[in-house]
């Protein structure tokens, strides 16, 4: 194969490899330019490097997708093999019969691939809303953020970051895998969300502080030979979180993502944000980064309105190079940098 074929089939299999592992829509596959490779001899080859790359990927070996997905995927494998070559690929089929034979389940689990080579992987619910919440599922505007934060490491390393709505952990925990934080507080309200939470913290291998209200030593204390950050997960109700129990918590830098979804809300993280503007009167108030994905543009004006009222500075962060996880890209999404 010649080197241009062999990058073009490279980057065909990291597109399939990263989409599967995320669970993401079977649109979103590059189908067009499979099929274009699979007329050429090596077409079985390349067939079988993606089974490698997806369904027996050692993530989704230990952490499987969605069943129906899994079916879905590999019906769809095997549509374009069919249609291209007329000797049955019997390794697909194989895959096919294991994952007709396995359990439907009401939750799965996403990973998302991060260029240490170390990955994120999470428990989701299947549900975009479940039990009341949205947040059991991984919504853009946090792929978005943990893009960002990827990509400017030197905001978080050595520093205590307050997540505000954490749901499923994803960007929490890409940044406490890539960008060395000193500590790392996930926060929600939603018992639910908290008990996926934990669980997908502890999935990722870091052990969890028994309570963020009674930590061994400050947050803020400076250990830098630590090798994972200490991470701790607080139940916060914005509305009736008070100033001394966010200063508790002592954070340098606050994030959240995909929390602006009603005006109810909205009005809930400002006056979140104004407490922690007030929780460190001797000394410099963190700076906050709040990404969303615009989806009503009177909601964001909104946001940008109550914002100015209570006197908190914003700016837009420009948008970021690097398209590390696979989303919807029709999407417009922004990241607001706040000055509490």
């Given at each position: 194969m010649a080197p241009e074929e062999t990058a073009d089939a490279a980057r065909l299999l990291w597109s399939f490899e990263r989409r599967?592992?995320?669970?993401?829509?079977?649109?979103?596959?590059?189908?067009?330019?499979?099929?274009?490779?699979?007329?050429?001899?090596?077409?079985?080859?390349?067939?079988?490097?993606?089974?490698?790359?997806?369904?027996?990927?050692?993530?989704?070996?230990?952490?499987?997708?969605?069943?129906?997905?899994?079916?879905?995927?590999?019906?769809?494998?095997?549509?374009?093999?069919?249609?291209?070559?007329?000797?049955?690929?019997?390794?697909?089929?194989?895959?096919?019969?294991?994952?007709?034979?396995?359990?439907?389940?009401?939750?799965?689990?996403?990973?998302?691939?991060?260029?240490?080579?170390?990955a994120v992987t999470l428990a989701e619910s299947l549900a975009i809303i479940s039990h009341g919440t949205t947040g059991l599922v991984t919504w853009n505007a946090a792929l978005y953020l943990a893009e960002w934060a990827l990509e400017h490491p030197a905001a978080f390393a050595h520093r205590t970051v307050l997540e505000l709505g954490s749901g499923a952990g994803l960007t929490g925990l890409a940044i406490c895998k890539t960008c060395r934080p000193r500590a790392f507080v996930f926060s929600d309200c939603h018992s639910l969300v908290l008990e996926q939470l934990r669980g997908n913290i502890l999935l990722n291998g870091f052990s969890l502080e028994p309570s963020v209200s009674t930590p061994s030593e400050p947050p803020g204390h400076d250990t830098p030979q630590a090798e994972s950050p200490r991470v701790t997960v607080a139940r916060l109700d914005w509305d009736v979180v008070t100033v001394p129990q966010l200063a508790a918590l002592q954070p340098d830098i606050v994030i959240a993502a995909d929390v602006l979804y009603c005006p109810e809300t909205l009005l809930s993280l400002v006056g979140v944000l104004q407490k922690l503007s007030a929780c460190r009167k001797d000394q410099r108030a963190p700076d906050a980064y709040v990404a969303f994905t615009v989806r009503n543009p009177e909601t964001y004006q909104l946001f940008i309105t109550e914002l100015d009222q209570a006197g908190i500075l914003w700016e837009v962060v420009p948008g970021h190079d690097q398209k590390l996880f696979p989303y919807e890209e029709c999407s417009e999404m922004t990241i607001l940098k706040l000055t509490l």
């Open positions: 599967f592992l995320a669970a993401r829509a079977l649109r979103s596959f590059p189908w067009q330019s499979l099929e274009e490779k699979l007329r050429d001899s090596s077409g079985s080859e390349l067939l079988l490097d993606i089974l490698q790359k997806t369904v027996h990927h050692p993530l989704c070996m230990r952490h499987p997708p969605p069943v129906k997905y899994a079916r879905s995927f590999l019906s769809e494998l095997i549509r374009k093999h069919e249609a291209v070559h007329t000797e049955p690929l019997d390794e697909l089929y194989e895959a096919l019969a294991k994952v007709l034979t396995a359990e439907e389940s009401t939750r799965c689990h996403r990973s998302y691939l991060l260029p240490s080579g170390d």
